[in-house]
């Protein structure tokens, strides 16, 4: 057993610290209940979704500056219209179409795509929103009513993925809040990390992997060719394929645009990688021990998107492009939406440009996030994949 060494992080205020241990007693008789220890994963499905203490299902503030993490769509309006354009080049195409959003977070991004939408004179009939959180989506239900009260009724929020839906689909950093397997190579084997209670919190317990997490994880080996070295340390979504198929099997016709910070399964599994992609995000600190914090702290890992292309490409879709949010943003005219922002009587122009600058910039957001779009269906592709697909590397 190993225990997690102390980090040093802005002080959490005393309701944080009484919610965040309602919810390590919670974690601890989960681990009780499973004889001593559970999963990496299970503990990350607890710390971010156990009704009413999770992460994501408690009513803390997540999002923006007041939160602890930014997202591309509460960083700017400007990532929504792009995005939008090119939704409405779908939906034109599809002739009927409607959005699906999954995980939407505040309800930002669904309210700035439907404001560009309605200029474009091209709004769906239905929006509809799936959310893990009850609490995200009650909050997402205010915020859209307050902003865009004559289009509300419009929006739809689903209990479970739709059937033959037709349109397109959208997710922003979904994917990478699933959870996710620890595992390490040991000169005994693949060893699962587990989660066990210890004198000041929690700590890792390593022991056999169970056969579904050794089968995964001997078939990345199989792929990438070489077995991992002892020590090798890393994470796999096991949920991810199977919540891809899900959406994919969901959609008649359309088109998905998923985005999310991730690489290709060679550079997520290089050999110099040697301790994963966990991050956690506290008050917009990052760092690397999920352990600590439970339920006020949001843990992520970077997303496999060859795992994604696979897993879509067994659903029948097919990927038609793979690039960075840079070039999607470029080849989807953030210029023009840059312009008309701009232009505008109230704008504030050097914001604007910030704004751009984080989207786009290489060590800002605009190579680790990548987009990557889906499609069913004889469809043109969007432009936003116009510039620098790299579905090659896949
Ligand atoms: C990192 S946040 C991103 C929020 C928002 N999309 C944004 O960009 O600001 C992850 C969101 O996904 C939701 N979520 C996680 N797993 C989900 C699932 N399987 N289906 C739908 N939503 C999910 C969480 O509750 C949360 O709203």
Known sequence: MQANAPFKLPQPEAPAL??????????????????????FAEYMQAALYAPGLGYYSSGTRKFGEQGDFITAPEL?????????VQVSSVISQTGSGSILELGAGSGVLAVDVMRRLAELDSLPERYCMLEVSPDLAERQRSYIAAELPGEFSRFEWLDQLP??????????????????????????????????????GFAWLRAPAPPLLAEAVEQLERYL????????????S???????????????RGFVFLFDYGVSRRELYAVDRTSGWLRCHYRHRVHDDPLILPGIQDLTTWVDFTAIAQAASDAGMSVAGYVTQAHFLAGGG??????????????????LLRQVKLLTLPDEMGENFKCMGL????????SGFAFGDRAHVL
Do not use: Y
Request: hydrophobic share 50%; charged share 25%.
């Open 76 to 84: 700017s309006p400007l990532f929504s219209r792009v995005l939008a």
């Open 225 to 236: 060719g070489q077995a991992f070295e002892p020590g090798f340390t890393s994470e796999i």
């Open 375 to 382: 499609a069913r269906g004889e469809l043109a592709i969007p």
């Open 18 to 39: 009484a919610h965040s241990e309602r919810v390590a007693a919670f974690l601890r008789e989960q681990i009780r209940a499973g004889g001593g220890s559970i999963s």
């Open 238 to 252: 096991l949920a991810l394929p199977a919540w891809i198929d899900d959406v994919c099997s969901c959609l008649a």
């Open 334 to 351: 953030i210029d023009a939406e840059l312009q008309a922002l701009a232009d505008a009587p109230d704008s504030d122009r050097m914001d």
């Open 163 to 200: 059937v033959a839906f037709d349109g397109v689909v959208v997710a922003n950093e979904v994917a990478d809040a699933l959870p996710v397997e620890r595992f390490t190579k040991s000169d005994a084997g693949i060893e699962q990390l587990r989660v066990a209670v210890a004198d000041d």
